[in-house]
Nanobody, 114 residues
Framework: QVQLVESGGGLVQPGGSLRLSCAAS????????MAWYRQAPGKQRELIAT???????DYADSVNGRFTVSRDNAKNTLYLQMSSLKVEDTGVYYC????????WGQGTQVTVSS
């Protein structure tokens, strides 16, 4: 079973930026379309970005134009560059495959507040 470890979250003011990372424990990472998910307080986890092993990423409307997903297959690592953050971006951010094949990690908390 592949383990996922998310990091990089924190407290940021509206309009600020953060870069999240997700480290996978196995090289089969490179074979999968990966995804970032977000769970806002009191809401269900939602898919916000996907990126195939090689190819064009896709984004939810709520983050399109502000977030950029990327990956380094040599490092088994997924990234999420978040810019122009809004209060509604607050939540716990998780990574997994686009089909949620692997166990969920602990996630990383992002809080956008003034």
């Amino acid at each position: 079973q592949v383990q996922l470890v998310e990091s990089g979250g924190g407290l940021v003011q509206p309009g600020g930026s953060l870069r999240l990372s997700c480290a996978a424990s196995a090289s089969i990472f490179r074979l999968y379309t990966m995804a970032w998910y977000r769970q806002a307080p009191g809401k269900q986890r939602e898919l916000i970005a996907t990126i195939p092993s090689t190819g064009v990423p896709d984004y939810a409307d709520s983050v399109n134009g502000r977030f950029t997903v990327s990956r380094d297959n040599a490092k088994n690592t997924l990234y999420l560059q978040m810019s122009s953050l809004k209060v509604e971006d607050t939540g716990v951010y998780y990574c997994n495959t686009a089909s949620q094949n692997w166990w969920w990690g602990q996630g990383t908390q992002v809080t956008v507040s003034s």
